[in-house]
T-cell receptor, first 116, second 111 residues
Framework: GAVVSQHPSWVICKSGTSVKIECRSL??????MFWYRQFPKQSLMLMAT?????????EQGVEKDKFLINHASLTLSTLTVTSAHPEDSSFYIC????????????FGDGTRLSIL | EDKVVQSPLSLVVHEGDTVTLNCSYE??????LLWYKQEKKAPTFLFML????IEKKSGRLSSILDKKELSSILNITATQTGDSAIYLC???????????FGKGTRLSVIA
């Protein structure tokens, strides 16, 4: 089945650091990938839709300069949290759907980000 | 505004019990309904339903969609402690429109 790989699984770093998270579709091509954020005991919150070869579409309230998204190929999207602060600590999850009608969306394992 | 509502929000059962989780939706341009299971990491895909009345089954889990009632149920029979998780329901649309998720049902199965 379709596999989405997300790396790293967890990051602990100091305030002010920029952190890059990678999301790869391993056995299929994905023109669109999605980035979510999840707080403890809450559901997934969509941050942005990443489109291959074009700019990402951000949800209302998500700072595009803070959360930089790049989708340079059909199998890789990256999310960079720039100048991270403790309030950016969260569980970030990427997701991708195989191109073509009627395909489910699959999720990476998520990245737990802790900013000290 | 598109809306997906799951009930109950949480549930505690004993091993061996059968549970039914509910998902209802109010959306425009419905295409599919998906169920996911989330344990400690990210959600894993369970089912995708597009046609009304056709049950999908995987082991002890099954699900069915009722487009007339704008709802779906997820059944788990003979529950085990390993079924403890958050079960998420989501509605899918055509094209690259993102899924809309419900808040999830937290299921706890105790021995």
């Amino acid at each position: 089945g379709a596999v989405v790989s997300q790396h790293p699984s967890w990051v602990i770093c100091k305030s002010g650091t920029s952190v890059k998270i990678e999301c790869r579709s391993l056995d299929f091509q994905a023109t669109t990938m999605f980035w979510y954020r999840q707080f403890p005991k809450q559901s997934l919150m969509l941050m942005a839709t990443s489109n291959e070869g074009s700019k990402a579409t951000y949800e209302q309230g998500v700072e595009k300069d803070k959360f930089l998204i790049n989708h340079a190929s059909l199998t890789l999207s990256t999310l960079t949290v720039t100048s991270a602060h403790p309030e950016d600590s969260s569980f970030y999850i990427c997701s991708a759907r195989e191109t073509g009608a009627g395909q489910p969306q699959h999720f990476g394992d998520g990245t737990r980000l802790s900013i000290l | 505004e598109d809306k997906v509502v799951q009930s109950p929000l949480s549930l505690v059962v004993h091993e061996g019990d059968t549970v039914t989780l509910n998902c209802s939706y109010e959306v425009t341009n419905f295409r599919s309904l998906l169920w996911y299971k989330q344990e400690k990491k990210a959600p894993t895909f369970l089912f995708m339903l597009t046609s009304s009345g056709i049950e999908k089954k995987s082991g002890r889990l099954s699900s069915i969609l009722d487009k007339k009632e704008l709802s779906s149920i997820l059944n788990i029979t003979a529950t085990q402690t390993g079924d403890s998780a958050i079960y998420l329901c989501a509605v899918g649309f055509s094209g690259n429109t993102p899924l809309v998720f419900g808040k999830g049902t937290r299921l706890s199965v105790i021995a």
